[in-house]
């Protein structure tokens, strides 16, 4: 549909693109979720899109992980078009890909030590002790150590967050995509998980792509913040740049404020353009 | 007229599909089941045994209250014939029969259908709303293999087994009521009943089980993984699938039975 993005375009020092996002279009029967989606994450960057709920964060955060087909525009994963890969390739790419989906998605089944374990057995070619070894590394981390034997219904919301996190790093990957992980928590949980994952990044080196609706979280934590609404990225900039952005949908989701109906958007539409 | 076509289209669209999409994963089950070693996703032999005592075992009491439950008609049926003619020993020859092939094997697939279908339907749909699926394939796992696969061969082992044992205690049954009442001995019952049955009697009896296995494992996989959205849908496709699952091994025990004929 659309050639291959030129990686690191923007110069020769640029970090490398990880994730590459294009006219992405998403519909439900009528209803237009995703409606031309563009954006860029490049490597070591701690990227936040920014939506209200129901805003097409979670079929953004599909589409990314190759759970969905893509119908209109591309999406580039370390340089591959996703729509384009199949069996080996596909699952090669997806391990180079952690996901800390929305309430964690644990399997009730399996206890903690299990849940962060199964990437490793299913996939990784270790023997079931260093497979242990490992999965104990990554609740270390997350500092979950002394509740590995625990089920996911015994957990607390911000437990379970901490262990979907030690799950989608159980395989080393080098981008890691979190669906809504700070819904549902209070203050200081959310505090922690933010702390927690800016100590992951400085770790590990890794790209992450945080999808939330809380402001408070993507100014906080977010080296960029890309602000969707209504289908479309409206937005993208630091959150300095975000916090004091004059656009009526931008500051409808950072501030609270209302948007009028009959506001003029000429301006913001000859500042901003079409979606970046 | 272009709407209620669509509605038509749409009503007549949606059994299709699921069609389909059990027949689809019939095909995948018999191919991981038999191939997956070579791609890598060898059968579960831990998940296999899990299924074979869940199915079998914990299915046991259940299939045995059946058994004697039929068996108890069955008996009342031959002790009220004994009032007219002497016919005790070609009625157990042809019971051994019956049972094997006609009786038994549908009752069995709608025992298991209602309870480890729904289970298998409740499983994957709430592994579907709680987005453990699509963690799974996120990592890169497909669900198939690793979930609907060994659910499928262990109900496909365990249902014959299940079959032998419902027989065996029908069997018992009749024979226990026959002693009591009409004073039939009640070893030699047994004997003869077993006898009665042949070789044919008991391939077609466990195929038909084999049949009705794959066949509820594959409708039961399918709307639990078809589920989306809350879970009352969860609920909703329980309903639809033990609806397919008895429907389907009725009319294929019906086919069978056309082109096996005892």
Redesign the interface.
């Known amino acids: 549909m659309s050639s291959r993005p030129e990686l690191g375009a923007t110069g020769a020092d640029a970090p490398e693109v990880i994730v590459e996002v294009k006219g992405l279009t998403v519909a439900y029967g009528p209803h237009e979720v995703l409606n031309g989606v563009n954006m860029t994450v490049r490597s070591g960057e701690l990227f936040a899109v920014l939506a209200q709920g129901g805003g097409g964060k979670s079929t953004l955060f ?1 589409h990314l ?1 190759a ?1 969905e087909q893509v119908p209109a525009g591309c999406i580039w994963l370390f340089g591959e078009d996703i729509a384009r890969l199949r069996g080996r390739a ?2 090669d790419l ?2 180079k ?1 952690g ?1 800390a ?3 964690g ?4 089944s399996l206890n903690v030590l299990e849940n962060v374990m ?2 490793l057995v ?2 990784a070619d270790l023997d079931r002790e260093t497979v242990g070894i490992i999965s104990r590394m990554k609740l270390q981390q997350v500092q979950l150590m002394e509740f590995e034997d625990l089920m996911p219904a015994q957990l607390s919301a911000a437990m379970v967050r901490r262990t979907a996190i030690a ?1 989608a790093l159980a ?1 080393d990957p080098k981008l890691l995509l979190c669906d809504d992980i700070f819904s549902g928590l209070d203050l200081g949980s959310i505090m922690e998980i933010e702390t927690l994952i800016r100590d992951l990044r400085q770790a590990f080196q890794l790209t992450i792509v945080v999808l939330t609706p809380n402001p408070d979280v993507a100014l906080a934590l977010a080296d960029r913040i890309g602000v969707l609404y209504k289908g479309e990225i409206v937005a993208v900039g630091t959150p300095d740049e975000i916090r004091s952005s004059t656009l009526p949908s931008v500051r409808y989701l950072v501030h609270g404020e209302a948007i009028e109906e009959d506001a003029d958007l000429s301006e913001w539409i000859r500042l901003f353009g079409e979606a970046p | 007229m272009a709407r209620s076509l669509g509605d038509f289209l749409l009503v007549l669209g949606r059994p299709v599909l699921a069609s389909v999409s059990v027949f689809t994963l019939v095909i995948e089950i018999l191919f991981w089941s038999t191939l997956g070693w070579a791609y890598g996703t060898p059968l579960r032999f831990g998940a296999v045994l899990g299924q074979v005592v869940e199915v079998g075992l914990k299915g046991l009491r259940l299939a045995a209250l059946f058994a004697i439950a039929i068996g108890l008609v069955i008996a009342l049926q031959i002790e009220t014939a004994l009032g007219f003619a002497d016919l005790l020993e070609p009625l157990l020859a042809g019971l051994g029969t019956a049972l094997t092939r006609e009786v038994t094997p549908p009752l069995i697939g709608i025992l298991v259908a209602a309870r480890s279908g729904t289970s298998l339907t409740a499983g994957l749909g709430g592994m579907q709303v709680n987005k453990e699926i699509d963690a799974l394939e996120a990592m890169g796992l497909n669900p198939v293999p690793l979930l609907v696969v060994p659910a499928a061969v262990g109900m496909a082992i365990a249902v014959p087994i299940l079959m032998v044992f419902m027989v065996g205690f029908t069997v018992i049954a009749v024979a226990f009521y026959l002693s009591a009442t009409v004073g039939a001995p009640f070893v030699p019952v047994i004997v003869q009943t077993l006898e009665g049955i042949t070789e044919g009697d008991m391939a077609v009896g466990i195929g038909k089980c084999f049949v009705f296995a794959v066949q509820i494992a594959a409708i039961g996989s399918a709307a639990g993984l078809a589920t989306r959205g809350s879970a009352e849908s969860i609920g909703t496709n329980v309903t639809r699938a033990v609806v397919s699952a008895i429907t389907t091994v009725l009319l294929t025990n019906t086919a069978i039975t056309l082109v096996f004929p005892s």
């Open positions: 599909r992980l759970l596909l699952r997806r391990s890909v996901a989906h929305q309430q998605a644990l399997f009730s199964l990437p299913e996939l799950r395989l």
